[in-house]
């Protein structure tokens, strides 16, 4: 059937997000040599401790900010001052502040897209976040809807597909996450475009079987819809 | 217009939340008492603090936990050590995984009112554990909606009422919060019913004229509801 609705991912499909995080990992790196030998793995401890936390904190920046200081202090066995502890609440602070860089060759084909499809973000992480992103993104006005969700899994796209009514076989997601915009999306009936971001963080990581499409970048895919879809 | 549709919120309307707020503001003051001497106002510096970080943060616990934790910093001229900050975080991941204890008389009196009515959960806070916090309670098979939004003004109600097609003259919003459930749903053009908790955030204290009908327990709703909705 023909593709009526497209659904895009937020986080380094629409605008650059990982690469923020990376930036803050590397300062946390910097703040913590002075404390600790080269036996510790400090990026091993901290992705173990967002793996822990995430059951609570679930994404975003602000849990990361705490799994940041909470790494910090078992790395130093409780050693880390209050002044590494405030850098580490203003790297946080820095992301949120951040304004929103969008990828290249969004800005000319979301409108491309809009005039065609109904677009709908689908984007996780801290609500009060992504709505500031997406204010500050200059694209709200060209979404049919947009959704910030807690977990991208095939309960949530039902729900997204419900919500719109939308058709399963009318709608393709755009994402860079295999795990989050592509695997549950099909195991919903709908389509996936894989579009790679340079960088994907640890918890994200996944496969697919190589049959999905993948574009190099966004600016492709008005053809490819155009084609395929 | 007969109502037929009520909104309810969460925090201190379903289920208890400030108190835990103010269970870990306790705790917070317990463990900075060794640092401060008598002149500093801790619940003043957190409340100050709070406020500041509310652009960034929004609301909801894992923003109050950096907010705890910056303010201990502070307060202590960076002399906090990383085992009281460890406390903070722990006092954050407590409330995180504290058990939804639902408000007396919600249990009997939801069942009824979703015979009746369409119900819609709206509350703010964090997406991830507000989501928990509804799956925990058991009420969210007896809702017709649940929407966890970013800030409650008359913006977000009037996108919910669009979502739901809803005639603003059918709605009833049930709440604790004068400033979040009452005042921008009347401008909206809906209902609101008032029902107090006995403690109110200072963020979010606001009053209302006197003619916004205030009930003292969800277990009048119903009684309300037919005689005036």
Same mark, same amino acid.
């Given at each position: 059937? =023909?593709?009526?609705?497209?659904?895009?991912?937020?986080?380094?499909?629409?605008?650059?997000?990982?690469?923020?995080?990376?930036?803050?990992?590397?300062?946390?790196?910097?703040?913590?040599?002075?404390?600790?030998?080269?036996?510790?793995?400090?990026?091993?401890?901290?992705?173990?401790k967002e793996r822990t936390n995430l059951e609570l904190f679930g994404y975003? #920046?602000?849990?990361? =900010?705490?799994?940041?200081?909470?790494?910090?202090?078992?790395?130093?066995?409780?050693?880390?001052?209050?002044?590494? #502890?405030?850098?580490l609440l203003d790297l946080g602070k820095g992301m949120l502040q951040q %304004?929103?860089?969008?990828?290249?060759?969004?800005? &000319?084909?979301?409108?491309?897209?809009? &005039?065609?499809?109904?677009?709908?973000?689908?984007?996780?992480?801290?609500?009060?976040?992504? &709505?500031?992103?997406?204010?500050?993104?200059?694209?709200?006005?060209? !979404?049919?809807?947009?959704?910030?969700?807690?977990?991208?899994?095939?309960? =949530?796209?039902?729900?997204?597909?419900?919500?719109?009514?939308?058709? %399963?076989?009318?709608?393709? !997601?755009?994402?860079?996450?295999?795990?989050?915009?592509?695997?549950?999306?099909?195991?919903?009936?709908?389509?996936? #475009?894989?579009?790679?971001?340079?960088?994907?963080?640890?918890?994200?990581?996944? &496969?697919?079987?190589?049959? #999905?499409?993948?574009?190099?970048?966004?600016?492709?895919?008005?053809?490819?819809?155009?084609?395929?879809?």
């Amino acid at each position: 059937m =023909t593709v009526q609705v497209v659904g895009l991912d937020g986080d380094d499909t629409l605008w650059r997000n990982e690469e923020y995080f990376a930036a803050s990992q590397q300062a946390f790196r910097d703040l913590l040599a002075p404390y600790v030998n080269g036996d510790i793995d400090v990026d091993q401890r901290l992705e173990a401790k967002e793996r822990t936390n995430l059951e609570l904190f679930g994404y975003g #920046v602000k849990g990361f =900010t705490l799994s940041l200081i909470e790494t910090a202090i078992e790395v130093t066995a409780g050693r880390v001052s209050g002044a590494v #502890v405030q850098s580490l609440l203003d790297l946080g602070k820095g992301m949120l502040q951040q %304004p929103v860089e969008l990828i290249e060759g969004v800005a &000319e084909t979301i409108p491309l897209l809009a &005039e065609r499809y109904r677009l709908i973000v689908v984007t996780k992480g801290d609500l009060w976040n992504q &709505e500031q992103k997406l204010a500050r993104s200059s694209l709200a006005d060209l !979404m049919a809807g947009v959704e910030i969700v807690a977990e991208k899994d095939l309960a =949530t796209y039902r729900r997204i597909l419900r919500r719109y009514d939308v058709d %399963p076989a009318t709608f393709v !997601m755009v994402g860079n996450s295999v795990r989050s915009d592509i695997l549950p999306v099909l195991e919903a009936g709908g389509r996936a #475009v894989h579009i790679p971001h340079e960088l994907t963080w640890a918890l994200e990581v996944a &496969e697919h079987d190589g049959s #999905v499409p993948t574009l190099r970048s966004i600016k492709e895919l008005p053809a490819w819809l155009e084609e395929n879809g």
